[in-house]
């Protein structure tokens, strides 16, 4: 299994509400990530998650929130978004950090 | 700062041999690697070069000159399915983290 999934695949939701994004692996890889991806331009890293535990944060606002409970999941949970935050939020995971990533199909995500 | 810039677009015809550049300059580096998106996709892998050459794989070849802080990846035998955007991609050793070139969007002609 060489899959990375994501879901939702579509997400509309207001500036007020919560929601989570979900990412899951079952590649036996040890980092996952988060990247930010705008039309045209290149994938933004967010978060990466190194044996389960934070190892960078680049500077992410806090309405984003990244959680990883275990080794194959991966998910951010997003509250008080702002229309700019409007994007295709992509995960993916590698077998160690700085090793060939393997990218799930995103989220496609508007801020009304 | 870091960067890894690469040409903005490139259109070639079927059949045709294009080359896609990418220079960086960052803080460290343990290797160059290479990804297509298609539009509305994820990227895929397609390589990496740790080490000085080339590195063939099928129609895509990929070259790294560590001295020069540049590589390159080489698309043969061009087919439509190629169009896509193209990234390069560098992790650093200083920071470890992933940093991706600014993108060449490739559009292949009939």
């Known amino acids: 299994d060489t899959e990375v999934t994501q879901t939702p695949k579509h997400l509309v939701m207001g500036m007020t509400n919560k929601k989570s994004l979900k990412c899951e692996q079952h590649?036996?890889?040890?980092?996952m990530y988060w990247y930010k991806q705008k039309a045209k331009k290149p994938p933004e890293l967010m978060f990466v998650y190194s044996y389960e535990k934070l190892s960078i944060n680049e500077s992410v606002p806090s309405r984003f929130s990244p959680e990883c409970p275990n080794s194959s999941l991966l998910n951010l949970h997003l509250h008080a978004l702002q229309p700019e935050d409007s994007a295709l939020y992509l995960c993916a995971s590698s077998q160690a950090p700085g090793d060939e990533q393997y990218f799930g199909p995103g989220t496609r995500l508007t801020v009304t | 700062g870091q960067s890894l810039e690469q040409p903005s677009e490139v259109t070639a015809v079927e059949g045709a041999i294009v080359q896609i550049n990418c220079t960086y300059q960052?803080?460290?580096?343990?290797?160059l690697s290479w990804y297509q998106q298609h539009d509305g996709g994820a990227p895929t892998f397609l390589s990496y070069?740790?080490?000085?050459g080339l590195e063939e794989t099928g129609r895509f070849s990929s070259f790294l000159s560590r001295s020069d802080s540049y590589g390159y990846l080489l698309l043969q035998e061009l087919q439509m399915k190629d169009s896509a955007s193209y990234f390069c991609?560098?992790?650093?050793?200083?920071?470890?983290?992933?940093?991706f070139g600014t993108g060449t969007r490739l559009k292949v002609l009939a």
């Open positions: 590649m036996g890889h040890r980092a």
């Open positions: 070069n740790a080490l000085d």
């Open positions: 991609a560098v992790y650093t050793s200083g920071t470890y983290k992933y940093i």
């Open positions: 960052t803080s460290g580096f343990y290797g």
